[in-house]
């Protein structure tokens, strides 16, 4: 499988004048071939094929999309080496982290696959007629889900492959039975192309429509604007910055029908470190911390990047151990220049902030794309009384919040804006008085751990991965696990029809996982 430097439409390579190169961000080398930003008449194309597919029912049943979704996961492991190759040299990540990716990848495509012939979130509800009940008569009630229609996926830069153009928000959407229009990250380009080729080819493995999927490869802001502003997009999948998640969801509700954009926009993560935890395990949890701090040189989302304690006689013995566990290693490579400078322009901006100190940095590297890890620290009135102290730095830094009580931490807590995550470290006795610790963060999280670490997101049912704004756009839905699929899909009623003309799941004659009358049916589970 080659790399053209092309956009995938509707089935078809479709070439254009390259304009723009991936780097190398170990080496900064540019890389062969150049690739073109979309045209609006490219991103029409893409986008009315996808509306055909969606109207004419072109995605088909559970069985049919699980079929394809199979088929994804194969093409993808069949290009496995060439699509690791690529990727290596476009974002500077080891071969072992691209590799354990895709696996993430194709296992969360087969979970997609399985959870369709479960039937599971269908959620197929019938309440049969009751013409003689009184005082008035109940007409026949049948109600499914159904897919909103195509969606517009923009592919994260720190997860090339499992938040990307086949990541969870695709695999999502195409479960639902929506289809497709993918906007390639600019930093990886040739890795897009060839999972969007590996797509293409599972649909037709699959007998899929071509239109299914289609990729859109583009540095300029106004692929993406047009992609978003579209009048037949129908939602919005985003990973990435508050910035430009902000961007895209300000695009979409300006609309003449607002449409609704999922924006994943990071976090900052607090960990909360109780006194007895700090005392009896302080250098084990500082170990621990720096370890989720420096994986992938701090380019997750789940970073944990606030750390807060309570002054005691361990305080100075964790800071200790914390500085020299995160900072006496060599710097990282970061996946490209645009996140190299934002992490620096932002560890710069937090640093001169009334109040913050910095306790120690780690060494400089060489290289283009190489970053320092960094060590802050904050008093507890000083970060709840600067809100800017909480914005997310994307890169190896984590910042100290020194307490001078549990009342204050509680504070602390209570100051927080909307997170991903949030963790506590404590013995379950301490944490048994601090329940108004754990009432405070429910309101402000998406998912909260108890003596772990937030890095690494479970692909799973019970996964929920999203929280408050400015976590996400909104916090009832998750962009991980098999509950993301109902971001896009909507309850449509179904009343009074004849059972020939009712769609096929919701027919009385067919055996399925549904509610009737009050009375959940499971032909899986006897």
Known sequence: MSIEGVHLIAGESVAGQ????????????????????????????????????????????????????DAASARIEQAGDAITRRGVEETGLPAGRFEAERGRTCNQLRMFASMLREGLFTESIIETALPDRQPIPRPDLRRRMRALGPVAVFGASNFPLAFGIAGGDTASALAAGCPVIAKGHPAHPGTCELIGKALQEAARDAAMPAAIFSL???????????????????????????????????????????????????????????????????????????????????????????????????????????????????????????????YQGALEQLAASHGVEVVTRGPAGTGPCDAEAALLQTDASSFIGDKSLQGEVFGPSTMLVECSSMEQMFQVARSLEGQLTATVQGTTEELQQCTPLLDLLEDRVGRILFNGMPTGVEVGEAMHHGGPWPATTDSRWTSVGAASIQRFVRPVCWQGFP??????????????????DGVWHDPGNR
């Open 499 to 516: 059972d020939s003309l009712l769609p096929v799941d919701l027919r009385s004659t067919v055996q399925g996982r549904r509610r009737v």
């Open 18 to 69: 390259g304009t723009f190169e991936a780097t190398n961000p170990a080496s900064g080398q540019q890389l062969s071939p150049k690739f073109p930003d979309a045209t609006r008449d490219q991103v029409d194309a893409a986008v009315e094929a996808a509306l055909q597919v969606h109207e004419s029912r072109g995605a088909g049943d559970s069985e049919q999309r699980a079929r394809f979704l």
């Open 216 to 342: 859109l490869q583009g540095q300029s802001f106004d692929v993406g604007t047009q992609l978003v502003e579209h009048p037949s997009i129908a939602a919005v999948a985003f990973t990435g910055s508050r910035s430009g998640g902000m961007s895209l969801w300000k695009l979409a509700a300006a609309r003449e029908v607002p449409v609704p954009v999922f924006a994943e926009m990071g976090s900052a993560n607090p960990v909360f470190i109780l006194p007895e935890a700090l005392a009896s395990r302080g250098e084990e949890i500082a170990t621990s911390i720096a370890a989720s701090v420096r994986l992938g040189v701090g380019q997750f989302c789940t970073s944990p990047g606030i750390v807060v304690t309570v002054a005691g006689d361990q305080g100075a013995s964790f800071k200790d151990a914390l500085s020299a566990a995160l900072c006496d290693e060599p710097p990282g490579t970061m996946l490209h220049p645009g996140i190299r400078k934002g």
